[in-house]
């Protein structure tokens, strides 16, 4: 799954690469966040951003259950040729597979979430386009998050475009989405990160991305004995091994998942009251 989707070339920066950053939101639905570390401080997106283009995808208007050819040739965020993405690196299989044919938007979005699939990605996003995503990300009070460019658009890298996201950010689009998308985001089948840090079985609405240098997730946490809580963590740095499973910096977020559920009755009312 590793990427770095993009953005603009202003505003804020990650930390420069070998330093760690690590960012936490975490707190009920409505309100105040009830915990927080650094949760302003930006993160290339991985595939975290991909929340952001299905909230676009939802809310565009677009005929969801139509088929679109399903290719591998994308405009680039910046001038110069077309790209595609990589087969080797990315998670899903079954999009490739139907290369030459024809999906729904519906079940490329469902592969874009449920298996973190790169080719499904940048076909929503070509269909949505990036002021769409822009939008959602204004709408949700985003301060510094942004995309901007395709998975693997070497081109616009090249030119210093970044994707980018916060913790905070993360966590107020979590917290607009409609039930529809939070029920597609609870069958994500990469069950590391936040979910590992879980008892078996709970429901957590959520999205996980990762590269070399990057490890995050976000969600919505059920708990049957306690009101809901939304949970980000963000870490960039040397644990995060770009690897799905066998990665330290996974570990890491499992085991703050963890404290935080040991937690869960504290954090349905923010702090303070």
């Known amino acids: 799954m590793p990427n770095e989707m993009a953005a603009v070339q202003d505003g804020p920066r990650p930390a420069p690469a070998g330093r760690s950053t690590l960012s936490v939101h975490v707190g009920p639905l409505a309100g105040g966040p009830a915990r927080t570390l650094r949760p302003n401080a930006p993160h290339l997106a991985a595939s975290t951003m ?3 283009v299905l909230a676009a995808l939802h809310r565009s208007g677009l005929d969801l259950d139509a088929p679109v ?14 790209f595609g993405v990589s087969r080797e690196e990315d998670s899903d299989p079954e999009p490739w597979q139907a290369l030459g044919t024809e999906r729904t938007l519906r079940w490329l979005a469902g592969r874009m979430i449920v298996h973190s699939s790169n080719l499904a ?5 070509a269909h949505v386009g990036p002021a769409a995503v822009a939008e959602v990300w204004r709408l949700a009070r985003a301060r510094h998050s942004v995309t901007g ?8 890298r090249a030119a210093g475009v970044v994707n980018l ?4 950010d993360l966590a107020r689009l979590l917290r607009r989405l409609p039930q529809e998308l939070l029920d597609l985001l609870a069958a994500n089948a ?5 979910a590992a840090g879980l008892p078996p079985g709970t429901r957590i609405a959520f999205k996980n ?6 490890r995050h997730s976000g ?16 870490y960039s740095g040397p644990l995060a091994s770009g690897h799905a499973v066998d990665d330290p910096a996974a570990r890491l977020l499992a085991r703050i998942s963890a404290g935080y559920w040991s937690r869960r009755h504290e954090l349905g009312t923010p702090a303070g009251r």
């Not at 996201?165 to 905070?168: I, K, L, P, R, S």
């Not at 991305?209 to 990057?214: A, I, K, S, T």
């Not at 009101?227 to 963590?233: A, L, R």
């Open 50 to 52: 991909k929340v952001a």
């Open 69 to 82: 050819p399903v290719h591998n040739s994308f405009v680039s965020a910046v001038y110069g040729p077309r």
């Open 121 to 125: 990605t940048n076909l929503c996003l």
């Open 149 to 156: 460019r395709g998975i693997e658009d070497l081109g616009a």
């Open 165 to 168: 996201v916060t913790a905070a």
């Open 190 to 194: 990469h069950r590391v990160d936040l």
């Open 209 to 214: 991305g990762w590269l070399p240098g990057v």
């Open 219 to 234: 969600g919505i946490v059920y708990p049957p004995d306690a009101p809901p809580y939304g949970i980000v963590v963000c």
